[in-house]
């Protein structure tokens, strides 16, 4: 699935991380009109559930229920998602050929080293993909660069963090109320995941529990801006408003 370009690329490593942490915002903005895509940096070959083929399949359902314009999936290795210039070459290029105004990253933080690696990862690709002479000077030329210097260069306008599986307080949360059914379907296309099975038992919730713990995350962080269900994120400037009598969400 590809698109000439995009509005908002939400990186993450694993397929179903983003299903799980900013779904329903892809869907939203889909919905409007805008372009979204998705780039998943491994395969998941190594997951305790099912296989990267049963996976590359459940992602591609996944991402017709999220409207997506865009999806693909790197070859970084699946527990080894390493901060290595060959793999910000890999993410670079991929910026610069779908120039999203917007990245969505995961946290800097996290339990599994993957997830706060990617959030490190992408942040430098995204630094390298707007160099002008990336790939064209001897010392970027090597590990997979030379076609790089083809594309034009781009840098996303702006880069926020899907933080809900991180105990930390959002700078904003979207409103996914009218969305959120959607997001979890999109999850449960993940069959060989989330499917109740003797594999991984012990790690997973049972399939009965995931629609409740989903709607519990989404309406606590729905409760902090007065809708029904949310998905939270963190932005690492300031914000900018232009007119105080604009701002949402009632103080008292």
Same mark, same amino acid.
């Given at each position: 699935?590809?698109?000439?370009?995009? #509005?908002? =690329?939400?990186?993450?490593?694993?397929?179903? #991380?983003? /299903?799980?942490?900013?779904?329903?915002?892809?869907?939203?903005?889909?919905?409007?009109? $805008?372009?979204?895509?998705?780039?998943?940096?491994?395969?998941?070959?190594?997951?305790?559930?099912?296989?990267?083929?049963?996976?590359?399949?459940?992602?591609?359902?996944?991402?017709?229920?999220? *409207?997506?314009?865009?999806?693909?999936?790197?070859?970084?290795? #699946?527990?080894?998602?390493?901060?290595?210039?060959?793999?910000?070459?890999?993410?670079?290029?991929?910026?610069?050929?779908?120039?999203?105004?917007?990245?969505?990253?995961?946290?800097?933080?996290?339990?599994?080293?993957?997830?706060?690696?990617?959030? +490190?990862?992408?942040?430098?690709?995204?630094?390298?993909?707007?160099?002008?002479? $990336?790939?064209?000077?001897?010392?970027?030329?090597?590990?997979?660069?030379?076609?790089?210097?083809?594309?034009?260069?781009?840098?996303?306008?702006?880069?926020?963090?899907?933080?809900?599986?991180?105990?930390? *307080?959002?700078?904003?949360?979207?409103?996914?109320?009218?969305?959120? /059914?959607?997001?979890?379907?999109?999850? !449960?296309?993940?069959?060989?995941? %989330?499917?109740?099975?003797?594999?991984?038992?012990? $790690?997973?919730?049972?399939?009965?529990?995931?629609?409740?713990?989903?709607?519990? !995350?989404?309406?606590? %962080?729905? =409760?902090?801006?007065?809708?029904?269900?949310? /998905?939270?994120?963190?932005?690492?400037? +300031?914000?900018?408003?232009?007119?105080?009598?604009?701002?949402?969400?009632?103080?008292?």
């Amino acid at each position: 699935m590809s698109a000439p370009g995009l #509005d908002v =690329l939400a990186l993450a490593a694993h397929r179903d #991380d983003v /299903e799980q942490t900013c779904g329903g915002t892809l869907l939203k903005m889909a919905e409007r009109g $805008l372009h979204t895509g998705i780039l998943d940096l491994t395969k998941g070959e190594m997951g305790t559930r099912g296989t990267a083929e049963d996976r590359t399949r459940e992602s591609q359902d996944a991402a017709r229920l999220l *409207r997506v314009s865009f999806r693909h999936a790197l070859d970084i290795p #699946d527990g080894r998602v390493e901060n290595t210039w060959e793999n910000r070459i890999k993410i670079a290029q991929v910026i610069r050929e779908q120039h999203p105004r917007v990245l969505i990253l995961p946290y800097w933080q996290g339990r599994h080293p993957d997830h706060y690696t990617a959030s +490190v990862l992408g942040y430098e690709a995204a630094f390298l993909a707007g160099l002008k002479k $990336l790939g064209s000077t001897p010392g970027s030329r090597d590990a997979g660069a030379e076609g790089i210097s083809q594309l034009a260069p781009h840098r996303p306008f702006k880069i926020i963090y899907a933080s809900l599986y991180y105990d930390v *307080r959002p700078s904003f949360v979207v409103d996914i109320t009218d969305q959120f /059914e959607m997001r979890f379907q999109a999850l !449960m296309a993940y069959r060989s995941q %989330y499917a109740d099975q003797n594999a991984g038992s012990g $790690l997973f919730p049972a399939e009965q529990e995931i629609r409740s713990r989903l709607e519990s !995350m989404a309406s606590f %962080y729905g =409760l902090l801006a007065g809708v029904r269900y949310a /998905e939270p994120f963190v932005q690492k400037e +300031v914000g900018l408003v232009d007119d105080v009598t604009a701002i949402s969400v009632q103080s008292i």
